[in-house]
C-alpha cells in the first residue's frame, strides 16, 4: 500500500486542516509469514518484543515466530485462551509485561489489537499488528474501544507503525469473521450520512477527501460481496486493504466519524448489556451490521414519512435514562451528557436544513433491499436472532444508546423534532 501517496494526496487539503498518520509500513501479500522478520528488521523495529496472541491466531500464525527468531528478535509470549472483549484488564496485563521489551506484536485483530494499541500507546512501545483474518475496519486506527467495569468507551491512542498480513492465512479464515469484516464496512456508510448531518446543523468539520477515502474502501468491498466468503486469496488481500484504508481515514480524521455513527454505538449498547450479565459475546463487526441494517431502515423511514419538521426543545427524562445503565456506569453517562451535545446543535438549523437532509439520505445511503441483499451476499447475518438479541432488547437499545456517545447522532437528534425512533423500526 502506497502511504506516501495517501498523504501527498491530502497536502494542503481544502478542509483547512493538515493530515497525517503514523503508520509506517502496509505489507499484505501471499508467504508474508515467512518474510515477517525481514520487514520487521528493515522497518527497524525494536529486537526485543512481546507478542500477544490467543490460541487461535497464534496457531494460524504457524511460521511467524520462526521468522522472527532467523531475524533476531527476541520474543516474549502472552497467549490467551480466546479473547473476544477488549477491557481495561488486559490492558494492564500487557502493561505490566511490557517493562522489558521496546515493541509490542499483536497477532491477531479486534480486540487483540484493541488492547495492544492502548498498552503500547500508554507504555511508549513500538506497535506492530500481524493480521490473522479481515474481520474489522480498526487495523490502522487510532483509536480502540475498551470496556471499563462495564462501560464500552473508545480511547484515542495511536495507530501501528507496521501491519503486516499474509493473503493465505487471510483467505482460510473462518467465513464468520470475513462476514464480520464486511457488516462492519458497511457501516461507514450511514455514518457518512450521519457526518453530513452534523456538518449542516452545527457547523462539525468534516473533510470531503477524508470521508471519500473511507467511502471508496467501501465501494471496493462492495464490489467484492459476493467474493467475500470465498477462499480466494486476493479477495483476500483486497478486503485487508478495504478495511485498513478505512481505519486510515480514522487516524487522519482523528476521529471515528469517517467510520462510525449510531449502528456502532448501539452494538455497544448491546454489549455493555451482555457484559454485565456474563452472556457471550459475538464478533464486533457481525453485531455492527445487523445494527446498521437496523439503522438504515430507520433512517429511511424517518426521512421519507417526514417531509418536513418542528424543532421542540430537548426534554429528556435523566431518571430514567440513568436508570437504565448499571449504577457503576451512570457518572459516565452523566460525563458523556452534561453539558448535552445538543447545545451545539445552531437553533432553527434542523428545519431550515432538513431539504437538504433528505436528499443526502436518499444520495448516500443504500436502498434496504439493496443493503440485506449485499449482506446476504458476504454470508453476513442481519436479523437480531442472528446475534442473540431479543426484541426486547433491540427496543431498549434504540431508544438508550444515544446517551453513551458525546456525539451528534441523527438517533440523538429525533427527540428534538418529535420523532420517536420506535415508531419508526417497522
Known amino acids: 500500500m502506497n502511504l506516501n501517496a495517501i498523504l501527498e494526496n491530502l497536502k494542503d487539503c481544502p478542509c483547512g486542516r493538515k493530515h497525517s498518520f503514523d503508520v509506517k509500513c502496509v505489507e499484505i501479500f501471499s508467504g508474508l509469514t515467512a518474510k515477517a522478520g525481514e520487514i520487521l528488521e528493515r522497518e527497524n523495529f525494536p529486537k526485543k518484543i512481546l507478542m500477544v496472541a490467543d490460541r487461535n491466531t497464534y496457531r494460524v500464525s504457524n511460521g511467524l515466530e520462526d521468522s522472527l527468531l532467523a531475524s533476531g528478535f527476541i520474543i516474549k509470549k502472552l497467549i490467551y485462551d480466546n479473547l473476544r472483549v477488549a477491557s481495561s484488564n488486559e490492558i494492564a496485563e500487557i502493561t505490566a509485561l511490557s517493562h522489558d521489551v521496546d515493541g509490542i506484536i499483536s497477532?491477531?485483530?479486534?480486540?487483540?489489537?484493541?488492547?495492544?494499541?492502548?498498552?503500547?500507546?500508554?507504555?511508549?512501545?513500538?506497535?506492530?499488528?500481524?493480521?490473522?483474518?479481515?474481520?474489522?475496519?480498526?487495523?490502522?486506527?487510532?483509536?480502540?474501544?475498551?470496556?471499563?467495569?462495564?462501560?464500552?468507551?473508545?480511547?484515542?491512542?495511536?495507530?501501528?507503525?507496521?501491519?503486516?498480513?499474509?493473503?493465505?492465512?487471510?483467505?482460510?479464515?473462518?467465513i464468520e469473521l470475513k462476514a464480520s469484516g464486511f457488516g462492519d464496512m458497511v457501516a461507514k456508510i450511514n455514518a457518512?450520512?450521519?457526518?453530513?448531518?452534523?456538518?449542516?446543523?452545527?457547523?462539525?468539520?468534516?473533510?470531503?477527501?477524508?470521508?471519500?477515502?473511507?467511502?471508496?474502501?467501501?465501494?471496493?468491498?462492495?464490489?467484492?460481496?459476493?467474493?467475500?466468503?470465498?477462499?480466494?486469496?486476493?479477495?483476500?488481500?483486497?478486503?485487508?486493504e478495504a478495511l485498513v484504508m478505512s481505519g486510515l481515514a480514522m487516524s487522519l480524521e482523528n476521529t471515528s466519524r469517517p467510520a462510525s455513527g449510531a449502528e456502532h454505538i448501539l452494538?455497544?449498547?448491546?454489549?455493555?448489556?451482555?457484559l454485565v450479565r456474563d452472556i457471550p459475546q459475538e464478533f464486533h463487526g457481525k453485531k455492527v451490521g445487523v445494527a446498521t441494517v437496523i439503522m438504515n431502515k430507520i433512517f429511511r423511514n424517518v426521512i421519507e414519512r417526514n417531509l418536513t419538521v418542528t424543532e421542540c426543545p430537548e426534554n429528556p427524562d435523566w431518571d430514567e435514562i440513568l436508570s437504565m445503565f448499571p449504577e457503576e456506569t451512570?457518572?459516565?453517562?452523566?460525563?458523556?451528557?452534561?453539558?448535552?451535545?445538543?447545545?451545539?446543535?445552531?437553533?432553527?438549523?434542523?428545519?431550515?436544513?432538513?431539504?437538504?437532509?433528505?436528499?443526502?439520505?436518499?444520495?448516500?445511503?443504500?436502498?434496504?433491499?439493496?443493503?440485506?441483499?449485499?449482506?446476504?451476499?458476504?454470508?453476513?447475518?442481519?436479523?437480531?436472532?442472528?446475534?442473540?438479541?431479543?426484541?426486547?432488547?433491540?427496543?431498549?437499545?434504540?431508544?438508550?444508546?444515544?446517551?453513551?456517545?458525546?456525539?451528534?447522532?441523527?438517533?440523538?437528534?429525533?427527540?428534538?423534532?418529535?420523532?420517536?425512533?420506535?415508531?419508526?423500526?417497522?
Open 192 to 240: 457518512n450520512f450521519e457526518w453530513n448531518v452534523a456538518r449542516l446543523i452545527s457547523g462539525e468539520h468534516y473533510c470531503e477527501k477524508i470521508a471519500e477515502l473511507a467511502l471508496e474502501s467501501v465501494r471496493r468491498l462492495i464490489a467484492m460481496a459476493d467474493r467475500v466468503s470465498e477462499k480466494d486469496e486476493e479477495t483476500a488481500g483486497a478486503v485487508m
Open 267 to 274: 452494538s455497544h449498547y448491546w454489549e455493555c448489556y451482555k
Open 107 to 174: 497477532v491477531g485483530t479486534g480486540s487483540l489489537n484493541d488492547i495492544c494499541r492502548v498498552a503500547s500507546f500508554n507504555c511508549k512501545k513500538k506497535f506492530c499488528i500481524f493480521a490473522t483474518a479481515p474481520s474489522m475496519d480498526g487495523f490502522a486506527s487510532n483509536s480502540a474501544p475498551i470496556i471499563f467495569g462495564h462501560f464500552k468507551e473508545s480511547v484515542y491512542v495511536a495507530p501501528p507503525s507496521i501491519i503486516l498480513a499474509d493473503t493465505k492465512i487471510l483467505a482460510e479464515s473462518p
Open 330 to 426: 451512570q457518572q459516565d453517562i452523566k460525563r458523556l451528557n452534561f453539558p448535552s451535545i445538543i447545545e451545539d446543535v445552531i437553533p432553527g438549523k434542523l428545519e431550515e436544513c432538513w431539504p437538504e437532509i433528505r436528499a443526502l439520505a436518499d444520495k448516500i445511503l443504500l436502498k434496504q433491499d439493496e443493503l440485506v441483499k449485499l449482506m446476504h451476499m458476504a454470508g453476513a447475518p442481519t436479523e437480531i436472532e442472528d446475534i442473540g438479541i431479543s426484541p426486547e432488547l433491540l427496543r431498549e437499545g434504540l431508544k438508550y444508546h444515544p446517551y453513551m456517545r458525546h456525539r451528534i447522532c441523527f438517533t440523538r437528534i429525533l427527540p428534538i423534532i418529535g420523532i420517536d425512533i420506535l415508531d419508526y423500526i417497522d
